[in-house]
């Protein structure tokens, strides 16, 4: 079965960065377009990054563009969110998530993705 395994979330100061990862396992990784989404407690969760699945298209949301940067290993069936310049409001669960299709529109909306991971909570002090 599919499987996604987030690790690299802690605690940081404002300012600081973090390099999330996500393995995954169960399905033919060069397939799949992967993306991430945060939830913060209270609120709806949301995209912050997508990649293609050869790496040759990224889309972020505009809260992170800039600052956050997504990649993957094909090699090690992995993506990562490398994470810059961290903001209180960038606080949350990171979750990672694959699809097969996606369009412009759905690589941006929690239902345009069919499995997901368990998440890594990312926690910033100012």
């Known amino acids: 079965q599919v499987q996604l395994v987030e690790s690299g979330g802690g605690l940081v100061q404002a300012g600081g960065s973090l390099r999330l990862s996500c393995a995954a396992s169960?399905?033919?990784?060069?397939?799949?377009?992967m993306g991430w989404f945060r939830q913060a407690p209270g609120l709806e969760r949301e995209f912050v990054a997508a990649?293609?699945?050869?790496?040759?298209?990224?889309y972020y949301s505009d809260s992170v563009k800039g600052r956050f940067t997504i990649s993957r290993d094909n090699a090690k069936n992995t993506v990562y969110l490398q994470m810059n310049s961290l903001k209180p409001e960038d606080a949350a669960v990171y979750y990672c998530a694959v699809t097969r299709r996606a369009t412009a529109l759905s690589l941006r909306r929690r239902d345009g993705y069919n499995y997901w991971g368990q998440g890594t909570q990312v926690t910033v002090s100012s």
């Open positions: 990649l293609s699945w050869n790496g040759g298209n990224t």
């Open positions: 169960g399905l033919t990784f060069t397939y799949y377009l």
